[in-house]
C-alpha cells in the first residue's frame, strides 16, 4: 500500500514539475516569480475557461500621421485549447481558428495582406497575456539582463523567453519581456516573425518591441491596455529626438469567461478555410 501511495506522489510530482517552464536560474526565477504576483497571480488567470477581449491598432503613416481608420477586433480564447474567435464588427467579419484549421469570412483582400488571419488569430492574444504564459510546459526562461527600451532611460530586466521542442509554437521566433524593477510588471516586450511561415521566401521581420503605457486590474489580474509599438536598435528620431513609434494599440473590455461560445466554431458556407502553420502550445 504504501509503495502504490509513493508511486502515486512520485507521478504527480512529476507531472507538476513537467508543466513548469525551464529557468536558466534561480535568479530568473525570483523575478518571474514576482512578475506573476504583480499580475495578480496565476491561479485565477488559469481557471478561467476563456478570455475575452476588445483591440483598436492604429498604424501610422510614412508621413507621421496615424490612419483615420484602425483595425478594430473582438476576440475570444479558449485558454485550454487556444481555440480563437476574433469578429471584426465594422465588416462583419469573423476569423476563427479552430484547431489546425483557421477560416474567415468578409475579410477582405486589402486586410489579409496588412495581418494575416493566421498571425491575427493568437497575436494579441500571446502579447498581453505573457504574464501568465511564460507558466507554460516548454518554455525556456533565459538569465536576466538590465537593459533600456525606446524613449526610457530607465533600466528594466530583460529576460528571453524560448521554446523547447515540447511547446510546439510561438507566434515569434522568440520574445523577450521586460520586467520593472520596481512595480514587477511587465513594461514591454519584444519579438521577431518569421513571415517564411506565411510568405514562401519571406523574411525573418526585424525586432519589434510593444512598450505598455497603461494597465487595468481586472478580475484581481493586471492586463495592459494600451501600447506602442516600435522597430527596436533603429536610429531614426523625430524632431524632438524621440525615436517615433510605428502603431498605437489600444485594448478594452478585459473579461475572464467561464464559458466559451461553441456555436461560433461552425464553420459556415463560403467561409475561406487555411491550415495553421502552427501547431498548438497549450496551457499544460
Known amino acids: 500500500m504504501k509503495r502504490t501511495i509513493m508511486l502515486v506522489i512520485v507521478a504527480c510530482t512529476t507531472t507538476?514539475?513537467?508543466?513548469?517552464?525551464?529557468?536558466?536560474?534561480?535568479?530568473?526565477?525570483?523575478?518571474i516569480e514576482q512578475m506573476l504576483e504583480s499580475h495578480g497571480g496565476y491561479d485565477i488567470w488559469a481557471e478561467a475557461e476563456a478570455i475575452r477581449f476588445i483591440k483598436k491598432a492604429t498604424p501610422r503613416l510614412p508621413n507621421g500621421q496615424l490612419t483615420t481608420k484602425p483595425w478594430?477586433?473582438?476576440?475570444?480564447?479558449?485558454?485550454?485549447?487556444?481555440?480563437?474567435?476574433?469578429?471584426?464588427?465594422?465588416?462583419?467579419g469573423i476569423i476563427v481558428k479552430n484547431g489546425e484549421e483557421i477560416w474567415d469570412i468578409n475579410i477582405s483582400a486589402e486586410k489579409k495582406k496588412a495581418v494575416r488571419p493566421a498571425m491575427l488569430s493568437l497575436m494579441t492574444y500571446k502579447f498581453t497575456n505573457l504574464p501568465w504564459l511564460v507558466q507554460q510546459k516548454g518554455v525556456v526562461l533565459e538569465d536576466a539582463k538590465k537593459v533600456t527600451i525606446p524613449n526610457d532611460t530607465k533600466e528594466y530586466y530583460s529576460i528571453k523567453v524560448s521554446f523547447d521542442e515540447s511547446f510546439g509554437y510561438a507566434i515569434?521566433?522568440?520574445?523577450r519581456i521586460y520586467i520593472d524593477q520596481e512595480s514587477h510588471l511587465i513594461k514591454a516586450v519584444s519579438f521577431s516573425i518569421n513571415m517564411g511561415k506565411f510568405i514562401p521566401g519571406g523574411p525573418t521581420t526585424p525586432e519589434m518591441i510593444h512598450v505598455f503605457?497603461?494597465?487595468?486590474?481586472?478580475?484581481?489580474?493586471?492586463?495592459?491596455?494600451?501600447?506602442?509599438?516600435?522597430?527596436?536598435n533603429s536610429d531614426v528620431r523625430d524632431s524632438e529626438g524621440k525615436q517615433p513609434f510605428g502603431a498605437v494599440h489600444d485594448i478594452w473590455a478585459w473579461e475572464l469567461l467561464d464559458s466559451f461560445d461553441e456555436a461560433k466554431m461552425i464553420k459556415p458556407s463560403g467561409a475561406e478555410s487555411t491550415k495553421d502553420v502552427f501547431t498548438k502550445g497549450g496551457r499544460s
Open 16 to 31: 507538476t514539475l513537467m508543466a513548469q517552464p525551464a529557468y536558466k536560474s534561480s535568479a530568473t526565477k525570483t523575478i
Open 172 to 175: 515569434g521566433d522568440f520574445y
Open 213 to 232: 503605457n497603461t494597465y487595468e486590474t481586472v478580475s484581481k489580474l493586471v492586463f495592459p491596455t494600451q501600447y506602442h509599438t516600435y522597430q527596436l
Open 72 to 92: 478594430i477586433t473582438e476576440e475570444t480564447v479558449h485558454i485550454e485549447s487556444e481555440r480563437a474567435i476574433i469578429e471584426l464588427p465594422e465588416d462583419d
